[in-house]
């Protein structure tokens, strides 16, 4: 492997979440790098790998450097000369992996952790990890995916026009009420979203450990069912519409693949960026309680160390005079999520993840928001560690619950 030109200046230090939680040089990206340039990947022992894994690929370390590496790239690059089940928790990874591969099956995980969280969650103790995991599934109630039977309100049920949607397998599959949601909303401006039912995962987990093939596969089976399509692709996860966008580059010595991706991706347009076009009226019901929803918004990392991603999402909830939106004083944090990286270092993640919730908490949050379905998994295992009774939602839940009337 060619020696990666990096400076070691440091900046990456200052933004990594892992490094700021566990203090380890070899957390920071130039930690990273220096091994990969001293040692290579021919000598990549059990810890070797054990290293390589503690990234939550959130891209601040390739948004800050001055010049200009794609670290997630390298790591990434790396990660594809280890074994599938490499690391730590590798076999725990590898099996989200096969998960995700047959997205449909993650209907009856919910069923499953629906039905668990109401039997035993809460007999389980305060730090069982059991517990936290079944936290996701409360209130959400076993049964199939959204077919989009919703019933609108007369005002609703106006002539619509269609518009392209990707909307997660998570969110079709773990959390079918955020797409409920942003079907009421879309309702109320005439338009109706709509998705086939065989568009893959989006591949980004495959990506993140390594597997490019698996990512690709998963690429050129989304590419074939949207380039049949026209129009505007509305995404409304935050960590699918990034990998989308990914596609040129996890196709970039595949010309003809290549080609198709570009412009596949020229017709993605992110959820809250979809809604600044269009005006939502608000409602009342808000207002009738006589406060304002107390609303805090969390960041994806996908896109707030992504400039190719312009995030309205802050302008969509401020456009209401029904919500008060709340800010962190040193401004946006990762939650530790990382897609597989709470799998492989819960304890690390935990902890990035506790901080952020604590601190959030006393702003006194009536909920807390975000449009990246990992992020919203890991919001509620954090809420329910804390003991908190705020709920954790999509921001198309949100919306509806102050604009659609």
């Keep these: 492997m060619p020696a990666i ?17 566990s203090g380890r040089e070899s957390h920071t990206a130039r930690g990273k790098l220096h091994l990969l340039d001293v040692l290579g990947l021919d000598k990549a ?18 948004a800050i450097c001055p010049r200009s590496i794609d670290i997630s790239k390298e790591l990434v690059i790396a990660r594809e000369s280890f074994s599938a089940v490499a690391g730590p928790h590798g076999y725990e990874k590898y099996l989200t992996r096969k998960l995700l591969a047959t997205p449909g099956s993650l209907a009856g995980l919910r069923v499953l952790g629906s039905a668990g969280e109401k039997l035993i969650g809460a007999y389980l103790p305060e730090d069982s990890g059991l517990r936290l995991r079944l936290a996701m599934f409360k209130g959400n109630l076993p049964g199939k995916a959204s077919s989009g039977t919703k019933k609108f309100s007369p005002t ?41 039912t065989s568009l893959a995962c989006c591949g980004i987990a495959d990506w ?49 693949w290549q080609d198709r991706a570009e412009k596949m991706t020229s017709r993605l347009v992110e959820f809250s960026a979809f809604l600044e076009k269009h005006e939502l009226v608000d409602q009342t019901e ?17 896109m707030r160390h ?8 802050r302008n969509q909830l401020r456009k209401s005079v029904n919500v008060e939106v709340l800010e962190l004083p040193d401004g946006p944090r990762c939650c530790g999520q990382g897609g597989l990286f709470h799998i492989a ?32 998994m890991q919001w509620q295992q954090g809420l329910a560690a804390a003991g908190s009774h705020v709920k954790a939602e999509h921001l198309a839940q949100v919306l509806e619950k102050t604009k659609a009337p």
């Design 345 to 376: 270092h819960p304890e690390i993640s935990g902890r990035i993840r506790d901080a952020l919730v604590k601190d959030v908490l006393k702003l006194q949050p009536d909920v807390i928001t975000t449009t990246c379905s990992g992020c919203l």
């Design 5 to 21: 030109k990096c400076a070691k200046c440091g900046a990456c230090s200052a933004v990594c979440p892992v490094f700021r939680n």
């Design 286 to 302: 808000v207002k009738e309680r006589g406060t304002k929803l107390r609303v805090f918004y969390h960041d994806p990392c996908h």
């Design 208 to 256: 993140a450990a390594g597997d490019i093939k698996g990512a690709q596969k998963k690429g050129r089976q989304n590419i074939q069912i949207l380039e049949e399509t026209d129009g505007p692709i509305m995404v409304s996860c935050a960590s699918c519409l990034a990998q989308l966008q990914h596609y040129p580059k996890l196709f970039a010595e595949e010309g003809g």
């Design 306 to 313: 992504n400039d190719q991603i312009v995030d309205n999402s």
């Design 156 to 196: 609703q049920l106006k002539e619509t026009k269609k518009i392209n949607w990707f909307p997660g397998c998570a969110a079709r599959y773990l959390y079918p009420e955020s797409l409920d949601s942003c079907r009421s909303l879309f309702a109320n401006i005439g338009i109706t979203p709509v998705f086939s």
């Design 45 to 62: 022992s059990t810890e070797f790998v054990d290293i390589f894994s503690a990234c939550l690929l959130c891209g601040a370390c390739s």
